[in-house]
């Protein structure tokens, strides 16, 4: 079992950068792909990124390449995502996913725990 907890989101301006964390309870932290999904108002769940176990490993969005940034301390059991030059699209709700596979996956159903997402709103 892991539990997600995220932190980070808010309202900035378009252009600001945000951090975003999702902090993992569990001893096991290090076996578990992670990744990051979005969902806006009247839309369908996004995936974002994902970082494999080690860390070396990550997958992005074609749309959000670039501009994002995803990042794991395992010795920390926390994922980062760092957000840069946002957009009043990237205006969602972000959450944090784990999936005990060795696959880095990109569809939301192949994770296994979720959190309960933090608010991201871009101003413009």
């Known amino acids: 079992q892991v539990q997600l907890v995220e932190s980070g989101g808010g309202l900035v301006q378009a252009g600001a950068s945000l951090r975003l964390s999702c902090a993992a309870s569990g001893r096991t932290f290090s076996s578990y792909t992670m990744g990051w999904f979005r969902q806006a108002p009247g839309k369908e769940r996004e995936f974002v990124a994902a970082?494999?176990?080690?860390?070396?490993?990550?997958t992005y969005a074609d749309s959000l390449k670039g501009r994002f940034t995803i990042s794991r301390d395992n010795a920390k059991n926390t994922i980062y995502l760092q957000m840069n030059s946002l957009k009043p699209e990237d205006t969602a709700v972000y959450y944090c996913?784990?999936?005990?596979?060795?696959?880095?996956?990109?569809?939301?159903?192949?994770?296994?725990?979720w959190g309960q997402g933090t608010q991201v709103t871009v101003s413009s």
């Open positions: 996913a784990a999936d005990s596979s060795l696959h880095i996956g990109r569809v939301g159903d192949e994770y296994d725990y």
């Open positions: 970082i494999g176990r080690s860390g070396t490993t990550r």
